[in-house]
């Protein structure tokens, strides 16, 4: 089929997914290059490994008119969409229309992959059921944690009735796919624990260790922007949005302002929660979004790396700064708890709990001894997760759809299940340091 690269030039590998060569695969997404963050952002990263292995890859996304963040990978379809309520800097695609339904129809995909399970995605699920194309999805959204901050953001939203309406809809909406790609066991319990057990798969992320590596600390870069020689700094690194944990943050560098605790802060990102952040932190560094060796160096150039999140489902910002060789102090909740060793690469502390972050965060600031101990322990803890491996996971599942092995007596779906009711062939998570 005209367009499909030369395996024999991919990587030296020949054999590697020989079924997905011409394969049409339709992803559905509520962002793409919109935004920059770990979803957007590891969607990408999908959609440039599915093709570079043969597959044609169709993304239906809404978009904006604001130049993107970042350049996108693969074919872009718009979709209609409008601000999201109370969050204008997301979208909500409203749906598929005739047109959009006209592109799949010449399309004609052999694999629906849906990550965001919104209203275009529950129509993209329709559509491929009633021509019995198979669906797959992602988990990249933390219903429950995600629920308790929409109420601040518009006084129609309800924490009970939305977090048990995201549940009861995530019921409806997930068996009905063939696979479920979460990225941490302990997702794959949360949802198990609210009813969602079929077709569960691990998909954990990865980290580019060539490229985010403690060689990227610059002294220059420091001085550059105020950091003086010798000053401690905690950094945030994200989108600026109150879900990640922002209030948190404040809480932590105002308390070592207060105790008397010498070091500077930094934040990294931008957002619509950035002006407030601004005025509540006079003293901190605001660099804006950063990319690229910029923010490499950014991480690299860091002491200690706070991410009090507790809505992750994976946390790539944390490999990231992990990767840089930072020790991280994040929240003990499902995403930062799968990659951080409590004690031994950096701490975890109890979500919400300001006091535990900042007596974790102060511990690291005085004690440079352990800052450098944390720091190569998690180093080499970042190093065993691999975006190749991470990406050709997620390859290996789409082909047991595309050629399903025999069934496996007891299961009766052709498929053998884990003592963790994780359909394999699953990645093992790396073992402690």
């Not at 969050?87 to 004609?108: C, E, Q, T």
């Not at 060796?293 to 992750?312: G, I, K, M, N, W």
Request: contains cysteine.
């Amino acid at each position: 089929m005209a367009g499909v690269p030369d395996l024999n030039h991919i990587n030296g590998k020949t054999e590697r997914h020989q079924s997905l060569v011409g394969k049409r695969i339709a992803l559905f997404t509520g962002a793409y290059n919109y935004i920059s963050d770990g979803v957007t952002l590891t969607l990408n990263r999908l959609v440039t490994y599915l093709e570079k292995h043969g597959a044609e890859v169709l993304v239906f996304s809404p978009t904006t008119k604001k130049p993107p963040p970042i350049e996108h990978a693969g074919t872009l379809v718009s979709v209609p969409s409008i601000p999201f309520p109370g969050r204008s800097d997301y979208r909500l695609a409203i749906g598929l229309p005739r047109k959009i339904r006209a592109r799949l129809k010449v399309f004609d995909p052999d694999l629906f992959h849906i990550a965001t399970p919104d209203y275009m995605g529950s129509q993209a699920l329709r559509y491929a059921r009633a021509r019995g194309i198979p669906v797959v999805a992602s988990f990249h959204t933390h219903f429950g944690a995600y629920c308790k901050y929409f109420v601040s953001y518009h006084k129609f939203y309800r924490m009970d009735l939305l977090e048990s309406t995201a549940w009861r809809y995530g019921r409806w909406f997930y068996p009905k796919c063939e696979h479920i790609y979460v990225p941490t066991l302990s997702i794959a319990d949360e949802l198990r624990s609210h009813g969602i057990t079929n077709g569960l798969r691990l998909w954990q992320r990865g980290v580019d260790t060539s490229f985010f590596n403690p060689s990227n600390r610059s002294t220059s870069w420091r001085q550059a922007i105020g950091i003086e020689d010798g000053e401690v700094v905690v950094t945030f690194v994200s989108r600026l949005v109150w879900e990640k944990g922002l209030l948190i943050f404040a809480d932590v560098i105002e308390g070592l302002e207060a105790r008397g605790i010498p070091h500077r802060s930094m934040i990294v990102g931008d957002g619509p929660a950035r002006a407030k952040l601004e005025e509540r932190l006079p003293n901190t560094l605001f660099t804006g979004h950063l990319q690229g060796e910029d923010l490499a160096r950014a991480y690299a150039s860091s002491d200690v790396f706070l991410f009090p999140s507790d809505t992750e489902t994976f946390g790539n910002v944390t490999l990231e700064a992990m990767a840089s060789g930072v020790p991280t102090v994040c929240a003990d909740a499902s995403g930062s708890n799968a990659l951080v060793v409590d004690g031994e690469t950096g701490f975890l502390a109890q979500p919400g709990q300001s006091a535990e972050f900042l007596d974790a965060v102060e511990r690291l600031v005085t004690d440079p001894a352990l800052r450098a101990e944390m720091g190569r322990n998690a180093l080499a803890r970042a190093r065993t997760y691999e975006w190749e491996e991470a990406m050709a996971c997620v390859a290996g599942y789409y082909e047991e759809i595309f050629a399903p092995e025999p069934a496996v007596a007891g299961t009766g779906d052709g498929h053998a299940t884990s003592d963790l009711g994780i359909s394999p062939p699953v990645l093992t998570p790396p073992s402690s340091v």
